[in-house]
């Protein structure tokens, strides 16, 4: 008990600075990342813009996490490429965005190691590969987002 009450002040001392490196960005959560390098062109609430040509997330991110193909187009994404998140900020922002605006349930969470698996698997050409995807989900009667490109 009195270790105990030794150590107490520490742990303490500890959170305060975890707190404090947060709040100078040193370690964002998840949604501080979103805020940070995505919310500029997908908006707060990820409805993006249709006159801008930056397609919704909400009820449209299951489609591409749900599936291996899927998963490997996300981390191809111009936006997601230049967004210097480290691989396991990534698997984190990902799985907090899917979430919150995929499908929570029928998925697998990113790890670190898969992110690192697909950023390192090259996509030629991301359009391209978007197309043949969405092919596929319209024939298995997903939905998909309206895309600068169709
Ligand atoms: C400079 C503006 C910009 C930023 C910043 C940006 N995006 Fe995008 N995003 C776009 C545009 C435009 C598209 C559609 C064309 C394309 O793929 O570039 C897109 C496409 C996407 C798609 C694919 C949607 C689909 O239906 O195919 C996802 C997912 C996505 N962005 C997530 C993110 C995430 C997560 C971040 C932050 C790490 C991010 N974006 C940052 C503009 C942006």
Not at 10 to 25: D, P, R, T
Not at 33 to 44: E, K, P, Q, T, W
């Amino acid at each position: 008990m009195l270790l105990l009450l030794l150590l107490l002040p520490i742990v303490a001392f500890a959170e305060k600075n975890v707190a404090q490196a947060e709040a100078h960005g040193e370690k964002n959560t998840p949604w501080q990342n979103y805020v940070l390098r995505c919310s500029g062109c997908h908006d707060m609430d990820g409805s993006g813009s249709l006159a801008g040509g930056i397609p919704p997330l909400p009820g449209f991110l299951g489609t591409f996490t749900q599936d291996p193909a899927g998963r490997l187009y996300l981390m191809h994404v111009p936006g997601i490429v230049a967004s210097s998140l480290d691989d396991a900020q990534l698997a984190e922002l990902m799985n907090y965005l899917n979430d919150k605006w995929g499908d929570p349930q029928g998925y697998p969470a990113f790890t670190a190691q898969e992110v690192k698996t697909l950023r390192g698997t090259p996509v030629e050409d991301v359009v391209k590969y978007r197309r043949q995807l969405v092919k596929r989900y319209l024939k298995e009667g997903m939905k998909t987002a309206d895309y600068p490109w169709p």
